[in-house]
T-cell receptor
Framework: DQQVKQNSPSLSVQEGRISILNCDYT??????FLWYKKYPAEGPTFLIS?????DKNEDGRFTVFLNKSAKHLSLHIVPSQPGDSAVYFC?????????????FGKGTKLSVKP | KAGVTQTPRYLIKTRGQQVTLSCSPI?????VSWYQQTPGQGLQFLFE???????NKGNFPGRFSGRQFSNSRSEMNVSTLELGDSALYLC???????????FGPGTRLLVL
């Protein structure tokens, strides 16, 4: 039973346009959400996070939106660049406990075409 | 600051053998977590250590174990290897249990 779901295994976007990656969760105890980017043969790289007390967090070209009522979050990348091509993982935790136990989605492979 | 390092990077073992993987966290980080990544199951949490104590454990059989040393370095051990244990094993460290985790490059284990 997947608690964190990324329903799109892949996404293709033109360079300069917006990339929107989606993530749904089922566990209402989750209160901290993160996005990681992963290149082949490397470990995941932390991108951005959001606490459940916020509905938006922005860091440069990356913005994460959280809709608690829908149990949905999304990552927006604007503008998209070819170097953004990677697999993006959504992760969640119940921060009242530990960050060490992250529940990951299965990832969305983003391809940004020049 | 150096990142999380994992050794070895690649490993080939046969069924029934055991294996030990090593992780050195970012300097100053005291929490270390381990994850298994497979194509079918994605990234799954194995266990978390803080101050040499296991704080959380994922849903894996007892063949998977780990430990943390006083310098925060961690090892994980898999005994009686099975074909299904072939995976990328990732280690992540954080300042403490409530901070963002940073991942190492992983150890790719192939069980034949």
């Amino acid at each position: 039973d997947q608690q964190v779901k990324q329903n799109s295994p892949s996404l293709s976007v033109q360079e300069g346009r917006i990339s929107i990656l989606n993530c749904d969760y089922t566990n209402s105890m989750f209160d901290y959400f993160l996005w990681y980017k992963k290149y082949p043969a490397e470990g995941p790289t932390f991108l951005i996070s959001i606490s459940s007390i916020k509905d938006k967090n922005e860091d440069g070209r990356f913005t994460v939106f959280l809709n608690k009522s829908a149990k949905h979050l999304s990552l927006h990348i604007v503008p998209s660049q070819p170097g953004d091509s990677a697999v993006y993982f959504c992760a969640a935790s119940a921060r009242g406990g530990s960050q060490g136990n992250l529940i990951f989605g299965k990832g969305t492979k983003l391809s940004v075409k020049p | 600051k150096a990142g999380v390092t994992q050794t070895p990077r690649y490993l080939i073992k046969t069924r029934g053998q055991q294996v030990t993987l090593s992780c050195s966290p970012i300097s100053g980080h005291r929490s270390v977590s381990w994850y298994q990544q497979t194509p079918g199951q994605g990234l799954q949490f194995l266990f978390e250590y803080f101050s040499e104590t296991q704080r959380n454990k994922g849903n894996f059989p007892g063949r998977f174990s780990g430990r943390q040393f006083s310098n925060s370095r961690s090892e994980m051990n898999v005994s009686t290897l099975e074909l299904g244990d072939s995976a990328l094993y990732l280690c992540a460290s954080s300042l403490d249990m409530r901070e963002t985790q940073y991942f190492g490059p992983g150890t790719r284990l192939l069980v034949l």
